[in-house]
């Protein structure tokens, strides 16, 4: 069951779900940033759920690298969508 806390980026980019899932199966490099995105996404859903205790700076912490890892996807996605046309 997914949370309404996650954030997976084929959810928060439906436009953008056919590069995503492409990326993902042969790009490792994307693959990797996106695997480490979900694990980041994931912990962050534990401590806001308080199913896993953390500092507010901790959860600070995991959201800016929450950011860093969508802002390096997107620039993959746009990359490669460019490339595309």
Request: aromatic share 2%.
């Amino acid at each position: 069951m997914q949370s309404i806390l996650n954030h997976p980026l084929v959810v928060d980019l439906p436009e953008h779900k056919e590069t995503i899932l492409a990326l993902k199966s042969i790009n490792a490099h994307f693959k990797h940033l996106l695997d480490q995105y979900h694990i980041v996404d994931e912990e962050i859903v534990r401590i806001e759920t308080e199913v896993e205790p953390a500092s507010d700076e901790r959860t600070e912490q995991l959201k800016r690298r929450r950011v860093v890892l969508k802002d390096e996807l997107m620039g993959l996605i746009l990359k490669s969508e460019a490339l595309a046309r």
